[in-house]
């Protein structure tokens, strides 16, 4: 009887079949761990997180991606359809876009309880980020780092209530506590993993 070339791997005598068994389940537990390793790696995981924002009628104005990277989250921002003119920009600390006002959105992102904006000498909070600018047609890409936040970990955006994104109606003026005289709430989008 002729056999195969893979009959070395089903003939012979018994403990050449379990040497070749052991062989092969030894060489898959590697080739799985080195897989798991690797998709482990932290060169190699992605944390990021994304978000709809919409208008006090639910019309959609933009989307956002939030991507953690050394040092700290980049916020790549698409909007659509927002008011020409200077907007403040911020991440709010719950997990709510409920219209027309979005004050369910609670007050912005400050795990470290620091006063408001970037001139502020006690300040800024975390979730602070600078104006936007939208040109006439309310179109606008930009990115934004932020360094004193994180979706993961300690004090996250993705915490049990979760957190938000909020474009304004006017410009932070960078030093008024609570939120920079910023005006209405017209955008929020829920950041989501």
Known sequence: MRMGSCSTWTTGSPSRVRDHAVT????????????????ASPVL???????????????????????VNPSGVLV?????AVPPGEHAFHIHA?????????????THFNPDQT????LN??????????????PADGKLQVEVLVPNVTLSGEAPLLDADGST??????????????????????ACGVITP
């Open 45 to 67: 995981a992605v944390d990021t997180a994304s978000t709809v924002l919409r208008d006090a009628t639910g019309k959609e104005v933009g989307k956002a991606t939030l991507t």
């Open 165 to 186: 994104l909020v474009v304004h109606a006017g410009a932070d003026d960078y030093k008024t506590d609570p939120a920079g005289n910023s005006g209405d709430r017209i």
């Open 115 to 118: 006063k408001h904006g970037y």
């Open 24 to 39: 092969r389940i030894a060489i898959w537990l590697a080739a799985a761990t080195a897989g798991a390793l690797a998709l």
């Open 94 to 106: 719950v997990g709510k876009c409920e219209p027309p006002d979005f004050k369910s959105a609670g």
């Open 121 to 134: 000498a006690e300040g800024p909070h975390a979730g602070d980020m600078p104006n936007l600018h939208a």
């Open 76 to 80: 790549s921002l698409d909007l659509t």
